[in-house]
């Protein structure tokens, strides 16, 4: 009867799958689709939410060549089919055939954007379909048509089409000069105009990158209406920061939608869609009692920002392909510690700055690339502390570096209790230890450079640009 396997094809995703059919004198039985056994030989797990049957009454009916933008999984009930696959997606492989027999004993995954027909070669042919997206009418403007005679992909069909039986509209279909290739699925990057979103720019110039005027994921009319099956990775970099204002009535109700409401609501569109979500969490969902944070360690946020970012990361976890890149002291172009310590430096300010909070820099190209890095090499989902690497600081070991880089005398920078510092402030309280263990991250190939090394190159480029 032999074993389930899975072949590769020409077509980057195309693959056929041969099914074990066990039976006696009564008849046969397959696992035409076995999610577990066949996952773990490499087909995706795309997530079927439909089924639709093909019923053909006659040898010779053809039908295709369609390319839906959804995954499918086909295969034969009964009969036989000569099978035909177009890679009809914009890319190196546009235009490449297959084509192979099938009967019951075989089974086809057919990628997003590959187009898919077939000609029957038995009367009563069933031919099936799984589908990961519910078919509407809307979605037919997202199809890509080819020819079924087209001259140059030369499909040797076994009963010539002038014989067989086609519709109208399958007669019509565009030559494949005139076919408007499918676009990939592609990367999203929310919350584009903040300084993680600004790095993300440089880092994946080929993703669409939205600012919170584009789209605000707090507004959950625009998220539900907006199209998402577009995307196969969608990485949150917006969010609520303003630590102190969340503690009042208004901040905590914006940082409540923007970093626990609107999280889970992209969680549940990643999940509708078959993307992975990529949300930024902080050292604030610690309250910083303990030497060092590991990805594991239970939530104990201080203020209302930690908390709705506690929230937040609850809400991403329940998307099924996740990363969680949790960070702090973010650094990147934009308003910044490091900025307004080397703008005080510039203008002879002596400033007094809080000691007893420790933890280290990120800057956000450093921490752009460690994203870029987990969705291409398809590390295991999950959460990931990432900051940069070095010894561990504080924001005055920080300030007096960047007096030191800026030709300043370090002692110009007085050091001071957060207590003190809080005095008279109505500020929300913060973690006095940010250290993040980067094991982790460091286990999946990615190595942060040295905080300390980054700020000269920093420091340097912000009195420049000043």
Not at 29 to 53: C, S, Y
Not at 377 to 397: I, K, L, R
């Amino acid at each position: 009867m032999g074993e389930l396997s899975i072949r590769t094809t020409p077509i980057p995703g195309l693959l056929v799958v041969d099914l074990p059919l066990p039976g006696d004198k009564r008849g046969w039985f397959k696992e035409n689709w076995q999610r577990e056994k066949m996952t773990a030989l490499g087909l995706p797990d795309f997530g079927p939410v439909q089924n639709n049957i093909s019923f053909n009454d006659k040898a010779g009916a053809t039908r295709g060549i369609h390319a839906e933008p959804w995954d499918k999984f086909v295969s034969v009930a009964t009969g036989r089919i000569f099978g035909v696959w177009v890679d009809l997606r914009d890319g190196p492989t546009f235009g490449t055939p297959y084509s192979v027999e099938m009967g019951p004993e075989t089974a086809v995954f057919v990628p997003r954007g590959v187009g898919n027909g077939y000609q029957t070669l038995a009367d009563d042919t069933v031919y099936s379909y799984l589908v990961n997206d519910h078919w509407n009418p809307e979605a037919r403007e997202k199809y890509v048509y080819l020819n079924l005679a087209d001259e140059t992909v030369d499909i040797p069909w076994p009963l010539p089409l002038g014989e067989a039986e086609l519709s109208e509209s399958d007669r019509a279909h565009p030559r494949l000069a005139d076919v408007r290739p499918m676009r990939p699925r592609h990367t999203l990057v929310l919350g584009a105009d903040g300084q993680l979103g600004r790095a993300l720019r440089d880092a994946l110039p080929s993703a669409e990158h939205l600012s919170r005027d584009q789209l605000d994921i707090a507004d959950g009319v625009a998220v539900q209406g907006w199209d998402w099956s577009a995307y196969d990775v969608i990485i949150n970099a917006g969010a609520y920061t303003k630590v102190d204002q969340a503690e009042t009535a208004p901040g905590r109700e914006a940082a409540w939608l923007t970093n626990a409401h609107a999280v889970s609501r992209l969680a549940g569109m990643a999940n509708r869609h078959h993307a992975t979500l990529v949300h930024l969490s902080t050292d604030y969902v610690f309250d910083g009692s303990r030497d060092l944070y590991r990805e594991d360690d239970p939530f104990s946020p201080l203020g209302v920002y930690g908390q709705s970012k506690a929230a937040g990361d609850i809400g991403a976890a329940g998307a099924s392909r996740h990363y969680i890149v949790r960070t702090g002291w973010v650094i990147g172009e934009g308003h910044n510690f490091v900025r307004t310590m080397t703008g005080l430096a510039e203008r002879g300010v002596r400033p007094q700055v809080i000691d007893d909070q420790h933890g280290r820099l990120t800057f956000t190209k450093d921490l752009a690339a460690a994203i870029v890095h987990l969705v291409t090499t398809a590390a295991p989902y999950g959460t990931y502390n990432m900051t940069s690497s070095g010894p561990m600081t504080t924001w005055h070991d920080i300030a007096r570096e960047t007096f030191r880089l800026c030709g300043r005398d370090p002692d110009d920078v007085t050091p001071v209790s957060t207590e003190e510092y809080a005095e008279g402030k109505q500020l929300a309280p913060r973690p006095l230890n940010s250290v993040l263990d980067l094991a982790k991250i460091e286990a999946a190939g990615y190595s942060p450079r040295d905080g300390l090394e980054q700020l000269r190159s920093y420091v340097e480029s912000a009195r420049a640009s000043a």
